[in-house]
């Protein structure tokens, strides 16, 4: 459940006591938690200062925690830090543990601290936050939501879901929000030999493994050749079949599953030299092929799935048309509607509004999520753009890596925040290209505070080595950083809170 805390103490001269909270690798609803954070400039010279910051964690254990702060001014820097990840955005200011010091159990401390330059003035902070949530100094024992069992995680089945305005709803019009993780797998498995999902479970207990995070949504890329058994193995029956279970398991679970058409057919033959040319569904195209993706694919998968709208639907992940076009977005935003014959393309495409026109002719009534245009991180006409749905129940699928180009608070700030303000936006993807948790934490504390949902790529044991890897194994051991960072802030949220 989301939290607000405010200052409760001031320091001496030249130092900030704070409270914070600290949030447990337990579950919520079992999870002692508080801190308190001191923050001191130990020093200071005309255009430079250092500070120190001193963590005390006074309640559960925590296993990864970032610590983030803003500063009053926006010409105050972070110049070189030690004993942390240091990352700065605009005035936002990250720290990101060290493996070494990663684990504060209770009454464990940290100590980091940084070089700053300023110009005009250096007040300090008003505030600091840890793992997202502002400082308190206080210890909390959460109570155990409505939506969170004893053990942690959903309980119950999933909610069926609805778009009412800019918000994704309940049946009863209970605003609620998709927060978890996407597993991969589903898109590659079957055309590589590897089964359909890769050798990783989808058993109970993989799911419960889940549940220990708190994970109420999880996003499963699917691939179509393999639907319609046109490619690969498991073929057709099969893999519709093993889909079907595992859609059925998560909804038991309480957790909302959001079926994404990942890889598809098209020969994209003049793309760049990185770019998979096979004409089969193998890898990512710029956009879905009209030979199958509404036609066949998104017509039996509705069909499969109407009267349960428990289940959400991502229509194409993350649609590019215009870089074939050299970089038009104009063209790009009209291929990606209305499909057809897209410059640069020598298949027939199939537009947005193809395969919403798919699913509603099959009578399924299930929410549908959209991506923008390069790789569903450039929303800025989506809005202008958006296909006609009967039912209106459409929302923005963003796709936000530290590697994209819209991938700062001030860029949300000016594309995103205008859009959600219209329509449901769900973070369909997101990451960052190292193993921390930095760029990631301050995505989540922003879309809290914007009401959107999100769900972090991806809950593979991959080997965390470049980022964007949760867990190091399907028990669901976090990986440190970027996983213990995503598990603590998940354990603090409820789907069902709002800002």
């Not at 409505?146 to 709803?169: C, D, Q, R």
């Not at 030299?273 to 030979?291: E, N, R, V």
């Not at 991506?371 to 929302?395: C, F, K, S, V, Y």
């Not at 009401?451 to 867990?471: K, Q, R």
Request: proline share 7%; aromatic share 10%.
């Amino acid at each position: 459940m989301k939290r607000r805390h405010t200052l409760i103490a001031t320091g001496a001269a030249g130092a900030l006591i704070l409270g914070g909270l600290a949030i447990a690798t337990l579950p919520a609803s079992a999870a002692a938690t508080g801190c308190s954070v001191a923050y001191k400039v130990q020093g200071e010279w005309p255009g430079g200062f250092t500070a120190d910051l001193a963590i005390t964690n006074l309640g559960s254990p925590v296993r990864g925690w970032t610590a983030t702060f803003d500063f009053p001014n926006s010409d105050q820097k972070v110049t070189n830090g030690w004993s942390a990840t240091w990352a700065q955005s605009g005035t936002h200011v990250s720290a990101t543990n060290l493996d070494w010091n990663g684990t504060l159990d209770t009454g464990g401390s940290a100590s980091i601290g940084f070089n700053g330059a300023w110009k005009d003035a250096n007040p300090q902070p008003a505030s600091v936050a840890l793992n997202g949530v502002t400082c308190t100094g206080s210890v909390t024992s959460p109570t155990p939501s409505p939506t969170t069992t004893p053990t942690g995680g959903p309980s119950g089945p999933a909610p069926e879901l609805k778009v009412s305005g800019n918000k994704i709803v309940t049946a009863s019009g209970k605003p609620y929000r998709l927060l978890g993780v996407d597993r991969s797998s589903g898109e590659y498995a079957c055309v590589q030999g590897k089964g359909l999902w890769d050798g990783g479970p989808v058993d109970q207990a993989s799911v419960d493994a889940m549940k220990t995070w708190n994970i109420h949504a999880v996003r499963v890329p699917l691939n179509e050749e393999c639907w319609l058994g046109l490619n690969g193995s498991p073929k057709g029956t099969a893999y519709q079949q093993g889909v079907k279970d595992y859609v059925n398991l998560l909804v038991a679970n309480g957790i909302t599953p959001i079926l994404d058409l990942h890889w598809t057919r098209g020969a994209y033959t003049n793309g760049p030299d990185w770019h998979c040319k096979d004409a089969t569904a193998t890898c990512q195209k710029p956009m879905p092929d009209a030979q199958y993706a509404p036609p066949q694919f998104w017509t039996g998968v509705a069909n499969a799935f109407k009267g349960n709208d428990a289940v959400v639907l991502d229509l194409f992940n993350e649609p590019y048309p215009e870089i074939a076009a050299g970089w038009d977005k104009t063209v790009g935003w009209q291929c990606w509607r209305d499909g057809g014959t897209c410059t640069g393309l020598p298949y027939a495409t199939a537009g947005m509004q193809d395969l919403v026109d798919a699913v509603r002719a099959t009578g399924a009534t299930n929410v549908l999520m959209l991506g923008g245009l390069e790789w569903a991180n450039d929303m800025r006409e989506w809005l202008t753009h958006m296909p006609n749905d009967p039912l209106n129940n459409i929302a923005a699928s963003w796709h936000s890596y530290s590697s994209n180009a819209c991938a700062t608070v001030s860029c949300w700030d000016s594309q995103v925040a205008p859009l959600a303000q219209h329509v449901p936006v769900v973070i369909g993807e997101f990451g960052q290209d190292n193993c921390g948790f930095d760029y990631m934490q301050q995505l989540v504390d922003w879309a809290d505070a914007h009401n959107m949902s999100y769900l972090a790529w991806t809950w593979n044991p991959w080997g965390c080595s470049n980022g964007a890897v949760l867990i190091k194994d399907w028990a669901g051991t976090p990986e440190p950083g970027v996983g213990e960072g995503l598990k603590a802030h998940l354990i603090s949220q409820d789907p069902y809170s709002t800002p």
